[in-house]
């Protein structure tokens, strides 16, 4: 990011807010794509994911006071002397905390509202809950904790399969979702989420809500670019909430409706009330960026310069996931990846240029900054190796400016024989990923480090990753009409496509195919000569997989 230009400013932070009952690890895939477009900040809010309990005064976990928290993180690590920007990207609580100190209706975060140039909304609701609906949560919150840990625990029996998890991620989800949300109801600690459940309650003061979370008056006030996106299943927080903020903004949308069946009374993002059950759609499951999602564009006048001329305008973007998308987009692999579409595909064309792979590769082409290290040497290495184990090529990293191995060639030369790329390397790829899914292949970034041979952690996520490639081919045939067609293979890369690449194709011939250690390493070095140079790596995978081993203990 430092060589990319800092006039007027540095590129925009992207700030990512959790929701009630969620944690940053929720934003993963989000972060794993977006991250190579800009710098990137969040928090897991107290008590929430991996941070401490602590403090344990209701006051704390109070809307206003997390709003406040989130403020001070956000201040201490954006550069403030070089006037950089900031860009929310929040799901369902979260959304509330991002309005708040973005909205010129809202007292909170005073500093930071000239300098936030945008907010993505993932899940938002539009309004507090009402009268009634806070007397019955807040009895429902006067629940001795011990009772309520019991229903839970109740409620969770079976585990993947559990009623808690098909609640909130539908009936479809495939289990590697279903894992992430065992994991992430057992994140949820029944301490912190009843502070914040109660903290997100108004009082009402006749027929006016004070405190809790942010309504009309708060999103009405938001002046910057908007994406509002939601989930066509979700039970949380229902697609008509976007039409009610559509209309704090004073647009009810093309048909004007909003959707009256409510959702639960507070989001929560672990945790929800009655998933309504949805008939399965394919196109939710389809992971191609061509999925078309309901979306609807409105330019808005800016309220406080209404009169003015010429008007100053701010945009406001929609997106309703297909079902079965739920209150889990950040995470279910139907929909991350297309949600990760959407929100680039609006910071770039809605809040600044430069927050899009594609500039930023062709400005740092042209400026001669970024490029492969070491071109001699990467233009003598051979593009792709011949098939290995029927499951894997290897390839040298391809370049957005080649003449020969750039994506859109080699899309149009492998879409039918490649069904997925695995970029390995640690740095920003220079080329653009979104030209291999335009042709038809899909791309998945899973980061290594230079030199050292991946650690069992990465080994372990690589092969999680290829069996869900290989049954998503497997699939893909027995959908297809054609018996006949070859079975796509998955393109591994690192930078030159042999050392890392070698290792973690070894590891999943190994582990999966059954093979020694020494035969994974031949076959390798067969369709990708000379294999894998580096001796430590060779080393490493014999230690690793030596039958028998036994380690002592470190004194």
């Not at 201040?75 to 369902?92: C, L, M, P, T, Y």
């Not at 400016?401 to 695995?422: C, G, M, T, W």
């Not at 000379?530 to 995978?541: A, M």
Request: glycine share 8%; proline share 7%; with cysteine.
């Amino acid at each position: 990011m430092s060589k990319l230009p800092t006039e007027p400013s540095p590129v925009p932070l992207l700030v990512f807010v959790h929701g009630l009952g969620g944690s940053l690890a929720q934003f993963h895939h989000i972060l794993t794509s977006l991250s190579n477009i800009g710098p990137c900040f969040g928090i897991d809010l107290p008590g929430c994911g991996l941070s401490k309990f602590e403090p344990t005064s209701w006051d704390a976990y109070s809307v206003d006071a997390l709003a406040e928290l989130l403020f001070t993180a956000i201040e201490e690590h954006r550069d403030k002397e070089a006037d950089q920007k900031v860009v929310f990207i929040a799901h369902s609580l979260g959304c509330s905390l991002s309005a708040l100190l973005t909205s010129s209706k809202s007292p909170l975060g005073t500093k930071l509202k000239e300098h936030v140039l945008g907010l993505v909304a993932i899940c938002p609701r539009a309004a507090p809950p009402s009268p009634d609906e806070v007397t019955t949560f807040r009895r429902l919150l006067h629940v001795p904790g011990f009772i309520f840990d019991l229903w839970r625990t109740w409620d969770r029996r079976g585990g993947p399969k559990s009623a808690s998890v098909a609640r909130f991620v539908g009936t479809d989800a495939d289990p590697d979702t279903r894992e992430l949300q065992v994991r992430f109801n057992k994140q949820s600690k029944t301490s912190v989420w009843r502070r914040m459940a109660w903290g997100t309650l108004p009082t009402y003061v006749g027929k006016d809500p004070v405190g809790g979370m942010p309504g009309e008056e708060v999103w009405g006030g938001v002046q910057t670019p908007v994406l509002l996106v939601a989930g066509e299943s979700d039970a949380v927080t229902k697609p008509g909430e976007l039409q009610k903020i559509l209309k704090f903004f004073g647009d009810v949308g093309k048909d004007g409706k909003v959707n009256g069946n409510k959702g639960s009374i507070i989001a929560d993002a672990s945790e929800i009330h009655d998933q309504v059950p949805t008939a399965y759609n394919d196109l939710a499951h389809e992971e191609d960026y061509g999925v078309e999602s309901q979306t609807a564009e409105k330019e808005l006048p800016n309220k406080s310069e209404a009169k003015a001329e010429p008007k100053a305008r701010h945009p406001v973007k929609t997106a309703i996931l297909p079902a079965p998308a739920s209150h889990a987009l950040l995470y279910d692999r139907a929909t991350y990846r297309t949600l990760s579409g959407i929100i680039q595909d609006f910071l770039l064309h809605h809040v600044d240029k430069r927050l899009s792979l594609g500039w930023q590769l062709q400005y740092l082409n042209t400026s001669g900054k970024w490029d492969v290290k070491n071109l001699v040497k990467w233009k003598k290495v051979p593009s792709v190796s011949e098939p290995m184990a029927d499951t894997f090529v290897a390839l040298k990293m391809l370049r957005e400016v080649d003449e020969d191995h750039n994506p859109v060639l080699f899309s149009q030369r492998y879409h039918d024989k490649i069904y997925a790329v695995i970029d390995i390397s640690h740095e920003n790829p220079v080329y653009d990923p979104a030209s291999l899914e335009k042709g038809g292949i899909h791309y998945h970034k899973h980061p290594t480090v230079s030199k050292i041979p991946p650690t069992p952690d990465e080994t372990r996520d690589f092969i999680s990753l290829v069996d869900r490639l290989e049954n998503e081919i497997t699939d893909k045939l027995e959908k297809s009409d054609d018996s006949k067609r070859p079975r796509p293979l998955i393109g591994v890369h690192c930078h030159y496509g042999f050392n890392r690449t070698g290792f973690l194709i070894a590891c999943y011939l190994i582990e999966r195919k059954g093979y020694s250690v020494q035969d994974a390493i031949d076959e390798f070095e067969k369709q990708r000569p000379p294999g894998i140079r580096h001796g430590h790596f060779i080393d490493t995978l014999f230690v690793r997989y030596c039958v028998g081993l036994k380690r002592a203990p470190t004194l």
